[in-house]
Every structure is written in C-alpha cells, then in structure tokens.
C-alpha cells in the first residue's frame, strides 16, 4: 500500500504563489507517473499537471503559464508551484500516483482557497 500526504495548501490572496508537495511511502516512487487533481465544490476532479517517471510534463490549458510541476525521485516527492493564482483556482487539491503495471493511489487532498 502506497500513501500519498500532502502539503502546502491554504489561504492566499489572488495573484499569490502557492507550493504543494506530495511525498509518497513508498521506494517505486520513480518509476510512477505523478499527478495533481483538483475537485472545486459542486465540479467533477480535473487534471491539473502530470508528470512522467522521465520528466516529461503535460498541463491543464487553465493553468499553462502559472502552474509548475516537477519531482525529486531522491525525496519520492512532488510538487505544485502556483503562481499568479486566481479565485477560478480554489479547490481541494489531490496528488495521484500511477505505477506503470495499473495500479494507482490517491492522496487526501490539500486545500488552496483564493480569496482577497
């Protein structure tokens, strides 16, 4: 069983910057595809940023531009920057491991709330 914690949400006021991180329990940490989710109150969970055991990175349109996501395998750790973040970015925020043989895992979620 693999547990993903998350870090780093709260409160902050638009055009602010966030971190968020995820370390996972487990040492196949580098070979997974990592990914944040979000779920805003009344919508379905929507990718947010993806990234490969390879590095490679792939973007919701919404957040191209401000949302960062990259990993360090030596931590089993992922992370979130948000910058410039808007009102429309509110939402619990989840970290979702992939394996390559079809297992997956979820964290429980991280709030960010965007308010002035």
């Known amino acids: 069983q693999v547990q993903l914690v998350e870090s780093g949400g709260g409160l902050v006021q638009p055009r602010g910057s966030l971190r968020l991180s995820c370390e996972a329990s487990?040492?196949?940490?580098?070979?997974?595809?990592m990914g944040w989710y979000r779920q805003a109150p009344g919508k379905q969970r929507e990718l947010v940023a993806r990234i490969t055991s390879g590095g490679y990175t792939n973007y919701a349109d919404s957040v191209k531009g401000r949302f960062t996501i990259s990993r360090d395998n030596a931590k089993n750790t992922v992370y979130l920057q948000m910058n410039n973040l808007a009102p429309e970015d509110t939402a619990d925020y989840y970290c979702?491991?992939?394996?390559?043989?079809?297992?997956?895992?979820w964290g429980q979620g991280t709030q960010v709330t965007v308010s002035s």
């Open positions: 979702k491991q992939d394996l390559p043989w079809g297992q997956d895992y």
């Open positions: 487990r040492s196949r940490f580098s070979i997974a595809i």
